[in-house]
């Protein structure tokens, strides 16, 4: 049995896919990846021995250049080439594609397995990207919706619409090429009429809709045994828990004074609640602000072992980081810069595990505040609890129900409502 996993985004897209990964081959499936050809994504499926076939441009580079949202239809369209390209390639003699990532990276993704005839299922990491009455879907920079609608039906009729104008002309072009039909919804024919979402149902809880059926399979979390770095062990055991501060992929601001800055606001906040600083470098360059011993910096790192070590771990907000974080009952200060990441910030709030920063650019007192709710006794606990709650089988949920799918021949799971 051979599967492709097909993304294109950040780390926070990449990763689930290496849990995945390693669940399908324990279950003796072939397993390739079409991701960005980052770097730090090479080497971590290099990790677990999975191929990575390089997909486009380097998400990295990408994200750190700032385009402008009039770029958007632009970019889209090489990516959307790219994905044919590369991914028709890749797909050959595969059984089943799980296609995730940005909208126009999975609608090419599921083009070109229609085009071979080739199972799929459609996946997203955070259950904002899928239609339903009881929220918003998230605006696309440059198309922000009219202020007066409110009814989320409609704001989700918007939502296609700007999708058909963004993505509709690059797919469909590419999709004629091919001899394929053309597709008049693109997010539907994405999202299909059974998609799966692949969070933790206590951190992310998904509200069934009569629009279509959601598999939730839980997070897709593989077991991280690296040990820590000994530099990083020693600054650990030398005194009390610190506070992680880290913000993944987040650039946090288009040049290096910014990133100096924000490097400055995290370590003098932290400093300000009289704790010990760990910083993350990240996609951001973060790093410290002098040779005092009270702080550390650190770069790839076991996030589910250290983050059991720390006081606090400060993010931005992606779904994986969230989820590890609450997994190791760790309480967090979310500080959202965009997409998904207001949501899951909420959603600390609102479970009671941290404070949510208002807005993506903290300052020394306004960061402080919210670890000051962080830090607290009351807040501990209740991360404390909560971590127990967090499923760990996800990725293997999931392996099971793809090589059934493959199995069946993707009938009952991978419909097209394009």
Request: hydrophobic share 45%; charged share 20%; with cysteine.
């Amino acid at each position: 049995m051979r599967v492709l996993l097909s993304t294109y985004g950040s780390r926070g897209d990449v990763e689930p896919l290496v849990g995945l990964a390693e669940r399908l081959r324990e279950l003796g499936a072939e397993v390739r990846v079409c991701a960005p050809p980052d770097e730090d994504f090479a080497q971590r499926l290099a990790a677990v021995d999975v191929p990575l076939v390089p997909v486009g441009r380097s998400a990295r580079a990408l994200t750190t250049a700032a385009p402008q949202p009039s770029s958007l239809p632009q970019r889209a369209a090489e990516l959307i080439a790219s994905q044919f390209d590369a991914v028709s390639a890749a797909a050959e003699g595969c059984d089943v594609l799980v296609a995730t990532g940005v909208m126009p990276a999975a609608a090419g993704a599921r083009s070109v397995a229609e085009k071979l005839g080739i199972p799929s299922v459609s996946v997203t990491f955070q259950q904002i990207t899928l239609p339903s009455p009881h929220h918003a879907p998230l605006a696309y920079a440059g198309r922000p919706f009219p202020p007066e609608v409110t009814d989320n039906r409609v704001l989700w009729e918007l939502d296609a619409e700007s999708i058909n104008a963004l993505f509709g002309e690059a797919l469909n072009r590419n999709r004629a090429s091919v001899g394929l039909p053309l597709v008049d919804n693109v997010r539907d024919y994405v999202i299909g009429d059974k998609p799966w979402l692949a969070t933790d149902p206590v951190l992310d809880p998904w509200r069934k809709t009569p629009d279509f059926d959601v598999v939730q399979t839980g997070a897709w979390i593989m077991p991280d045994e690296r040990p820590l770095p000994a530099e990083l062990v020693a600054f650990l055991d030398a005194g009390e828990p610190p506070v992680y501060v880290g913000f993944g992929s987040m650039p946090m601001g288009a040049s290096k004074e910014e990133s100096q800055d924000a490097s400055r606001v995290v370590v003098e906040a932290v400093r300000a609640q009289g704790r010990r600083v760990l910083v993350s470098r990240g996609w951001a360059d973060l790093d410290l602000l002098d040779d005092r011993d009270d702080c550390f910096v650190v770069g790839e790192a076991n996030h589910q072992t250290l983050f059991g070590r720390v006081a606090a771990v400060v993010h931005h907000g992606g779904a994986g980081t969230t989820t590890t974080a609450t997994r190791a009952g760790a309480p967090q200060v979310v500080v959202p810069q965009a997409t998904d990441q207001p949501y899951w910030a909420a959603r600390v709030v609102d479970l009671g595990i941290g404070a949510a920063h208002d807005g993506p650019t903290p300052t020394v007192t306004s960061l402080s505040a919210a670890l000051g709710t962080a830090l607290t006794p009351e807040t501990r606990t209740r991360a404390k609890s909560l971590a127990a709650t967090i499923r760990t089988d996800g990725a293997q949920v999931a392996a099971k129900l793809l090589l059934d799918l493959a199995g069946r021949g993707g009938q009952g799971v991978a419909g097209s409502r394009g």
